[in-house]
């Protein structure tokens, strides 16, 4: 089992900036695994937004995030981290980690957080 726990969200003016983390802890050994970010906006599904691979030293991005968002790893701390800068309104969104593969598909992630809201004000 493993369980992934969210932090860092919360309400920021559009242009401004959040670091999202996401601690592991269980069994899993985490640097055997890939992180992913997804987000789902109210009315909307799910989506995909960042992926980082078990040593950080590949990462993908949605396009809509791609200059802005900024996904890393540190596996001493079992953390995955997603910076994000120059925040727009269309950023707002329940933000969730998820351990799995190294890919965009939501399918491929067996362990997701809880999440952790992100609102971006106009």
């Known amino acids: 089992q493993v369980q992934l726990v969210e932090s860092g969200g919360g309400l920021v003016q559009a242009g401004g900036s959040l670091r999202l983390s996401c601690a592991a802890s269980?069994?899993?050994?985490?640097?055997?695994?890939?992180m992913g970010w997804f987000r789902q906006a109210p009315g909307k599904e799910r989506e995909f937004v960042a992926t980082?691979?078990?040593?950080?030293?590949?990462?993908y991005y949605v396009d809509s995030v791609k200059g802005r968002f900024t996904i890393s790893r540190d596996n001493a701390k079992r953390t995955v981290y997603l910076q994000m800068n120059s925040l727009k309104p269309e950023d707002t969104a329940v933000y969730y980690c998820?351990?799995?593969?190294?890919?965009?598909?939501?399918?491929?992630?067996?362990?997701w957080g809880q999440g952790t809201q992100v609102t971006v004000s106009s």
């Open positions: 980082i691979n078990w040593n950080g030293g590949s990462t």
């Open positions: 269980g069994r899993r050994i985490f640097s055997s695994y890939a």
């Open positions: 998820a351990q799995g593969r190294n890919t965009a598909a939501q399918g491929e992630y067996d362990y």
